[in-house]
C-alpha cells in the first residue's frame, strides 16, 4: 500500500507541477561541452536528472560544461565531455550504451542516478541488483585505467520546494539508496561514490547557479579520478 501511495506522489508532483524540472526545456545543441588545454581528458556524463540541463539552451550551460570548466582548471588539462542523458535511460541502457570500443576511448564516466520517479520508488533489493550488474559490467568490460564516479541520488528537498509529506518521502527512499551505493562502490577500486548535498534549493529562474554549484560538488573527486587515471596509464 506505501509504495503504491509514494508511486502516485512522486509521479503526478513531477509530471504536472510548476515547480518541476520537467516543466523547463532541455538543451537544443550538440550533447557536449569543452574545455581547451592541453592532453585532453575524455569524460562521459550519462545519466538522468541533474545531467539533463533543464532550463539551459546548451550543455556548455549546463551541468556538462560547468563540470568541464571546473575539472580544467584543476587539472590544468582540457577536457571534453560527452553527455548522455534522458529521463527514460534504464539499467539496460547503461549496458548498451557503454560497450566495450566506447569504454576503451574514454578515461572516466560520470553516472548520475536514473530520474527521481524512477530512482526514488525503487526498492533498496532492486536498486543494489541493479547497481551491482552496472559496476560488474564495467569491471568486465572497461580497461583498467577508466575511472567511474558515481554521483548520490539526490534528496528532492535539497533541491526543489516540494509538498512536505513528497520531500520526506523521497529524501527517506534517497538516503536508504545512497547507503547502499556508497557501500558497493566501497568494495571496488576503480569507482568513487559522490556525495550530493546541494547548500540551497533551486530557483527554476536561474538554473545555471544551480549547475555551477553541483559542478562544485562533483569536481573534484572527478579531477583525482583523472589524475589516478593518468598514473596508471603511464606506470
Do not use: K
Request: contains cysteine.
Amino acid at each position: 500500500m506505501f509504495e503504491t501511495v509514494r508511486a502516485a506522489l512522486v509521479t503526478r508532483w513531477l509530471a504536472g507541477s510548476r515547480r518541476s524540472w520537467q516543466s523547463l526545456p532541455v538543451p537544443s545543441g550538440p550533447p557536449a561541452a569543452y574545455r581547451d588545454g592541453p592532453d585532453p581528458d575524455r569524460i562521459l556524463l550519462f545519466g538522468s536528472g541533474i545531467a539533463m540541463g533543464y532550463g539551459v539552451g546548451s550543455h556548455d550551460l549546463a551541468l556538462a560544461g560547468q563540470i568541464a570548466h571546473r575539472v580544467s582548471d584543476l587539472t590544468r588539462r582540457g577536457v571534453r565531455v560527452d553527455v548522455v542523458a534522458a529521463e527514460s535511460l534504464s539499467s539496460q541502457d547503461v549496458l548498451d550504451h557503454l560497450t566495450v570500443s566506447r569504454l576503451r576511448a574514454l578515461d572516466a564516466v560520470i553516472l548520475t542516478p536514473g530520474s527521481l520517479a524512477h530512482v526514488i520508488l525503487m526498492p533498496v533489493a532492486r536498486w543494489r541488483r541493479v547497481i551491482e550488474e552496472q559496476l560488474d559490467h564495467f569491471a568486465a568490460s572497461a580497461p583498467a585505467s577508466l575511472r567511474v564516479v558515481f554521483v548520490a541520488v539526490p534528496e528532492i528537498s535539497q533541491i526543489l520546494v516540494v509538498p512536505r509529506l513528497l520531500g520526506y518521502v523521497g529524501d527517506r527512499s534517497a538516503r536508504a539508496l545512497n547507503r547502499e551505493l556508497e557501500r558497493l562502490c566501497a568494495e571496488r577500486d576503480y569507482v568513487t561514490f559522490v556525495p550530493f548535498l546541494p547548500l540551497e534549493r533551486t530557483d527554476l529562474t536561474e538554473t545555471g547557479n544551480a549547475y555551477r554549484e553541483w559542478a562544485g560538488l562533483i569536481a573534484p573527486t572527478v579531477a583525482t579520478a583523472l589524475d589516478e587515471h593518468h598514473h596508471r596509464v603511464s606506470t
